[in-house]
């Protein structure tokens, strides 16, 4: 098993330009989240995706950014129009549904927007 | 105000020595504690899961306390290494997955373990 993978590891963007990142989530895993890190926010929760629905996009800022689950084996968060205030590190991470201890996070992918 | 409070922000250790991390909290519901560890660059990793008032769990070296009623826990490390160099995450929320978006996460403590 080799847990949440995130891809790309680092991503630099120019400011305006769009951003896709990657989430496999483990296998068997039905529920899939996103967490945007910063040391200054810390973690803040962006979305959750249960059997591919999404559930609650609370978190998402409502104007650039996007998710996905178009199957079960992979999520993609879109930020469009990039800006600098979009550099963080996002944090994808996958668990049973209903199992809080089976929750596990990927390394995360950390965008850098210049 | 902040939710969950985790001292200190930052702590030196010597290699071999123990050491404990705190974690204050006021988010409700808090079903579940947990604490992880990550390492520079890295994801989070689960150390421990506290659910009932007074748990107590040891996963290795790791050891956790959870005292329900003053909303506080403690993490202690034994015997350090100098792998255990990270940041210590607490978090506090609601035990069913379609509450995970309600969790609650510390800002950290940045734990040096020097030789």
């Known amino acids: 098993n080799a847990g949440v993978i995130q891809t790309p590891r680092h991503k630099v963007t120019g400011k305006g330009q769009e951003a896709t990142l990657w989430c496999e989530p483990i296998?068997?895993?039905?529920?899939v989240f996103w967490y945007r890190q910063t040391i200054v926010q810390g973690l803040e929760f962006l979305t959750y995706?249960?059997?591919?629905?999404?559930?609650?996009d609370s978190g998402m800022p409502k104007e650039r950014f996007s998710a996905q689950m178009p199957n079960q084996s992979h999520s993609t968060l879109k930020i469009q129009s990039t800006q600098p205030q979009d550099s963080a590190v996002y944090l994808c991470?996958?668990?049973?549904?209903?199992?809080?201890?089976?929750?596990?996070f990927g390394s995360g992918t950390r965008l850098t927007v210049l | 105000k902040t939710q969950v409070e985790q001292s200190p922000q930052s702590l030196v250790v010597r290699q071999g020595e123990n050491c404990v991390l705190q974690?204050?909290?006021?988010?409700?519901?808090?079903?579940?504690l947990r604490w992880f560890k990550q390492d520079t660059g890295k994801g989070l990793v689960s150390l421990t899961v506290?659910?009932?008032?007074?748990d107590k769990t040891s996963n290795g070296r790791y050891s956790a306390t959870l005292d329900k009623d003053a909303k506080h826990s403690t993490l202690h490390i034994t015997a350090t290494l100098l792998d255990d160099t990270a940041t210590y995450i607490c978090?506090?929320?609601?035990?069913?997955?379609?509450?995970?978006?309600?969790?609650?996460f510390g800002q950290g403590t940045s734990l040096s373990v020097v030789p």
């Open positions: 991470a996958s668990s049973l549904a209903g199992r809080a201890e089976t929750l596990y």
């Open positions: 296998s068997g895993h039905s529920a």
């Open positions: 995706f249960r059997n591919q629905a999404p559930i609650d």
């Open positions: 974690c204050n909290y006021s988010v409700t519901p808090d079903n579940h």
């Open positions: 506290l659910v009932h008032e007074n």
């Open positions: 978090v506090v929320g609601a035990l069913a997955s379609s509450s995970f978006s309600k969790l609650v």
